[in-house]
């Protein structure tokens, strides 16, 4: 069984930075495109970002378009969401997600485990 464990999250200043991270832990790392995506209080959860298995490929949602990077370092079994100018829109609890298969995904649905989630706060 996958195991996914967020951290990085806490309080930024509105226009600050913050880096996640996620390491995956129970099956081969690299077998997995990985996501990120967040969910605001009283709001469905959204996709933000995704990369291909071998993190050749990459997408984001265009809210943080510019702003986010996703990254990954397979030797570590890691994924990185580096969040660059951050809006007072982006507090979130934000979650990473592994799903079978090499490509980029932004539907919840296509992704097969997922972490507990990291919490983001912005103050402007």
């Known amino acids: 069984q996958v195991q996914l464990v967020e951290s990085g999250g806490g309080s930024v200043q509105a226009g600050g930075s913050l880096r996640l991270s996620c390491v995956v832990s129970?099956?081969?790392?690299?077998?997995?495109?990985m996501g990120w995506f967040r969910q605001a209080p009283g709001k469905e959860r959204e996709f933000v970002a995704s990369?291909?298995?071998?993190?050749?490929?990459?997408y984001y949602a265009n809210s943080v378009k510019g702003r986010f990077t996703i990254s990954r370092d397979n030797a570590k079994n890691t994924v990185y969401l580096q969040m660059n100018s951050v809006k007072p829109d982006d507090a979130a609890v934000y979650y990473c997600?592994?799903?079978?298969?090499?490509?980029?995904?932004?539907?919840?649905?296509?992704?097969?485990?997922w972490g507990q989630g990291t919490q983001v706060t912005v103050s402007s």
């Open positions: 997600a592994a799903r079978s298969g090499p490509l980029v995904a932004v539907e919840t649905q296509r992704y097969d485990d």
């Open positions: 129970g099956r081969t790392f690299s077998s997995y495109a």
């Open positions: 990369i291909s298995r071998g993190g050749g490929n990459s």
